[in-house]
């Protein structure tokens, strides 16, 4: 059975930082691109950020640009979203996502879906 499960979500004042971890089982997804969406209460699930099966190419939404960094371990089955300058605005549940077949920012363009994880950022 294939898993992603996310971790490290939590409540953080502006300006924090939080580290998110997105473990993979059921399979290995080394050679496939991975991405976090995010989905704020009322809003719809919004893309944050992508990276390739190598780490050698990424995307970025506008609005994380310069404070989000997407990295992946491949021998770990791990994605990783490290998040710094926390805003209010960044409040969400966020979703670890695998096996993009179509546009890397298209909720659409993937196949495996995480659980999510609460950030919660006060101001």
């Known amino acids: 059975q294939v898993q992603l499960v996310e971790s490290g979500g939590g409540l953080v004042q502006a300006g924090g930082s939080l580290r998110l971890s997105c473990a993979a089982s059921?399979?290995?997804?080394?050679?496939?691109?991975m991405a976090w969406f995010r989905q704020a209460p009322g809003k719809e699930r919004e893309f944050v950020a992508a990276i390739n099966w190598s780490g050698g190419a990424t995307s970025y939404a506008d609005s994380v640009k310069g404070r989000f960094t997407i990295s992946r371990d491949n021998a770990k089955n791990t994605l990783y979203l490290q998040m710094i300058s926390l805003k209010p605005g960044d409040t969400a549940v966020y979703y670890c996502?695998?096996?993009?077949?179509?546009?890397?920012?298209?909720?659409?363009?993937?196949?495996?879906w995480g659980q999510g994880t609460q950030v919660t950022v006060s101001s």
């Open positions: 059921g399979r290995s997804f080394s050679n496939c691109t």
């Open positions: 996502a695998a096996d993009a077949k179509g546009s890397w920012n298209k909720v659409s363009g993937y196949d495996y």
